[in-house]
């Protein structure tokens, strides 16, 4: 067996679910870098137009095409499908397309559900002091996840963090409606009503020019409550 | 508080309950036909007899025809404004369900995309 096959004999039960919007500059390197991890990665193509999704298949990646944008939460939702509609699942991760995650802890999410003692776990950027962010966002962060602890009864320390882990138990239970960003809390308060034992573990978010350009504006988190409140 | 004032508000929350909660359903449907013919019976009142207009104001103890005509309209802008957000929101979950059906589709090889090359996989 070559260093190729034992790498891509990684991992076999475990989907990494990449959604992608116009990342055609950084695909490729998230792709190959997950690759060299996990065997099974879908990439969601959400309507990209600068064909991000094509070039994630020529890396390898296994790609669904939303033949029209719709959101994040969207193409969460049809990623998580489409990893479920493989029988050998049984562990999902979601994980942003804009390079901004660290594969070592996808790893590590994915060793710690193997333990069996819980069904979830979140990543969090205020566990360790890894994770600079500035002062506006730490605030607005912070702000989102009081709200979320409060209607969803859960306690969290960072609950709008695309990188999390669960099994596939879970992912059948989850069924995401929200297409916009408000999805992360939607999670959550599924996860709740599903009465799931979850963790969080702290996860290093590298924010670079180019996460930061493709990024949230913090402006949305008004949408967000918005859309959580009035549907 | 006046018997006006008391009085709108009151209707303020009755048209947010009815865009909340009674969408989709026959007696929406109902209630927005009855409202839209009413409203239409009132305009041409209002019209034929400007008078008569002013008369209600007074009787409900609001200044003028115009102000009784103004709160009446912003009452249903705000059920508009909330039902068509709402019922966009249902046609949004809606089309990305159909869309999923097709992403999902062409993935398991059940459908092609005639500019895309199916999956080797």
Redesign the interface.
């Known amino acids: 067996m070559s260093v190729e096959q034992m790498r891509a004999a990684l991992h076999p039960d475990t989907a990494i679910v990449v959604p992608v919007y116009s990342e055609a500059t950084v695909i490729a390197g998230v792709i190959d870098d997950l690759k060299q991890v996990f065997k099974n990665v879908y990439v969601?193509d959400d309507g990209s137009p600068d064909g991000s999704g094509?070039i994630a298949?020529e890396h390898g990646a296994?790609?669904?095409?939303?033949?029209?944008n719709?959101g994040q939460g969207?193409a969460l939702?049809?990623g998580i499908?489409?990893a479920l509609?493989n029988p050998d699942i049984d562990y999902i991760v979601t994980f942003d397309g804009d390079g901004q995650h660290s594969i070592d802890d996808a790893v590590a999410m994915v060793e710690r559900l193997r333990q069996g003692d819980v069904d979830v776990v979140f990543g969090s950027r205020f566990l360790d002091e890894r994770t600079e962010l500035t002062t506006a966002k730490r605030i607005v962060l912070r702000t989102a996840v009081a709200y979320t602890n409060l209607i969803t009864g859960l306690r969290l320390t960072d609950a709008h963090n695309g990188l999390r882990a669960f099994t596939r138990e879970v992912a059948q239970f989850i069924d995401l409606?929200h297409?916009g960003m408000a999805h992360a809390t939607e999670i959550v308060h599924q996860i709740g009503d599903g009465k799931f034992r979850f963790v969080e573990l702290p996860v290093h978010i590298l924010y670079t020019d180019y996460s930061r350009a493709k990024g949230q504006s913090l402006w949305n988190s008004i949408n967000i409550l918005f859309d959580l409140i009035?549907? | 508080m006046h018997i006006a004032q008391f009085a709108i508000l009151v209707a303020i929350f009755v048209a947010l309950w009815f865009a909340l909660h009674h969408r989709s359903r026959t007696e929406a449907r109902a209630f927005r036909r009855v409202a839209f013919i009413l409203l239409m019976g009132t305009i041409v009142t209002a019209v034929l007899f400007p008078d008569l207009l002013t008369d209600v104001a007074h009787a409900l103890g609001i200044g003028r025809g115009a102000d009784l005509v103004l709160y009446l309209t912003s009452i249903g802008l705000l059920y508009v404004s909330?039902s068509v957000?709402?019922k966009f929101?249902d046609m949004?979950?809606r089309?990305?369900l159909l869309?999923?059906q097709?992403?999902?589709m062409?993935?398991?090889g059940k459908l092609t995309?005639p500019d895309?090359p199916a999956?080797a996989?």
């Not at chain 1, 296994?62 to 029209?68: D, E, G």
């Open positions: 969601v094509l298949r296994r790609v669904v095409f939303h033949p029209i719709f969207a939702q049809t499908e489409a509609a409606e297409n009035l549907r | 909330i957000y709402l929101g949004d979950r089309i990305t869309a999923r097709i992403a999902l062409e993935d398991s995309h895309r999956d996989e």
